[in-house]
């Protein structure tokens, strides 16, 4: 499928329960799918894995007029955090934390992040004598050994690499040795070592040590450019989250908002504040991690703002932020978890005009919007920056 947009019903015969078994039974493109932990619906045609998460949206919310947006189904990731296999790097095996599976090669993944992971994999073995790799790879279930994880990133003009080392193996130093050796010669921009607990499954941490480049990373939406941390949270689909962003920029614009304020609540590196600043005669993004709030405010003044602030404050307590009086809107784009009690009582207490609620979990989405009973859905659009898996964004306007 081209890159477009599905306005209504998806015409394609999902209760043909023999083709879906034949499907589900099926040769997917990725000859580890059933094994490998990441993907989950290879085995279904791109329109039926739309059409499906459209039914879900549809079903938590109870609205049916959802539009539908999509990009490409397949080299579209630019994050990967792959374990160290005695095989290579790879991912978890489905249902078996403990056993790492190493792949050849990720379809879902850029191009970019492929040859990188290939890289990684040549310069540090394999050893000759055995076929396998040379390095000491952490054992998932006796934590031992000394490479836990590669965190590649990707994004449209840059890329990263962190190797992520487990400090309490006696060949640490070692490993630390032949990282700078591998800085060298990586065509990465950006070359980082992390340093993580042997039993903590984190992939990333404050623990780091740059050994090439910078720990950030550069990407542009709409015409803004943004840094953040190679050891924080960016949106993996990086023209996917473009297009998200243009729609919400085109929802804000058909407000008359020149003289309000817009409140954007777990903003992050302040994206969608900046992005939408112009709309509005100022801007407030609250994030709780302070290292994001570090980075919008970078990117605040990298864009040459001057109606933009970012306040490090947990959204629970958003009683303690000061707003100027008049019209208010609001862009809310939560964790998985939703939105605190606290935030949704002081948010009624606000009653801003309109609310965007951007979602990555639809059944919170479903409990979460009933609890704004003044409010009305105006319009539901789906955004599909996850294909060949359940995951989806959702971004509900709700109207006063």
């Not at 990009?71 to 160290?84: L, S, V």
Request: charged share 25%.
């Amino acid at each position: 499928m081209c890159q477009g947009e599905v306005g209504g019903i998806l015409y394609y015969d999902i209760m043909n329960q023999e083709k879906l078994e034949q499907m589900r039974t099926g040769k997917a493109k990725c000859p580890f799918f059933g094994r490998c932990g990441g993907c989950a619906t290879q085995y279904l045609p791109y329109e039926i894995q739309l059409e499906n998460k459209k039914k879900r949206l549809v079903s938590e919310i109870g609205y049916a007029d959802v539009r539908v947006f999509y990009g490409a189904e397949w080299d579209y990731r630019n994050r990967m955090d792959m374990t160290f296999t005695p095989d290579g790097l790879g991912f978890r095996e489905k249902g078996k934390w403990w056993k790492p599976l190493a792949i050849d090669y990720c379809y879902i993944s850029t191009p970019r992040l492929n040859e990188l992971k290939k890289e990684v994999e040549e310069f540090f073995g394999p050893d000759l004598p055995t076929g396998r790799q040379a390095y000491d790879a952490f054992h998932l279930k006796s934590h031992d050994g000394t490479y836990k994880y590669t965190v590649i990133r990707t994004p449209q003009n840059d890329s990263s690499v962190s190797i992520v080392l487990n400090n309490n193996s006696l060949r640490y130093d070692q490993a630390v040795k032949k990282v700078n050796e591998y800085a060298k010669v990586s065509t990465a921009n950006n070359v980082l070592i992390t340093n993580i607990k042997a039993k903590s499954s984190q992939s990333i941490g404050e623990d780091y040590e740059v050994v090439k480049g910078t720990d950030t990373l550069e990407e542009k939406i709409k015409g803004k450019t943004f840094r953040y941390s190679a050891q924080g949270f960016f949106q993996n689909n990086s023209v996917m989250a473009e297009k998200m962003h243009e729609y919400v920029h085109d929802l804000l614009k058909k407000y008359d908002t020149s003289g309000a304020h817009l409140l954007d609540l777990y903003g992050g590196v302040g994206a969608f504040g900046i992005v939408n600043a112009d709309l509005f005669k100022g801007v407030t993004s609250v994030e709780s991690f302070e290292g994001c709030t570090l980075a919008a405010k970078e990117n605040i003044k990298l864009n040459g703002l001057k109606n933009v602030d970012a306040i490090c404050m947990d959204a629970k307590r958003l009683k303690q932020v000061k707003l100027p009086s008049g019209d208010l809107y609001v862009i809310t784009d939560p964790p998985r978890s939703g939105m605190d009690e606290e935030t949704v009582i002081q948010l009624k207490k606000l009653r801003p005009a309109v609310m965007i609620y951007i979602s990555c979990n639809v059944e919170q989405l479903g409990r979460d919007l009933p609890k704004f009973k003044d409010y009305k859905i105006k319009s539901v659009a789906l955004f599909d920056l996850f294909p060949q898996t359940n995951h989806m964004e959702s971004v509900v306007e709700l109207v006063r």
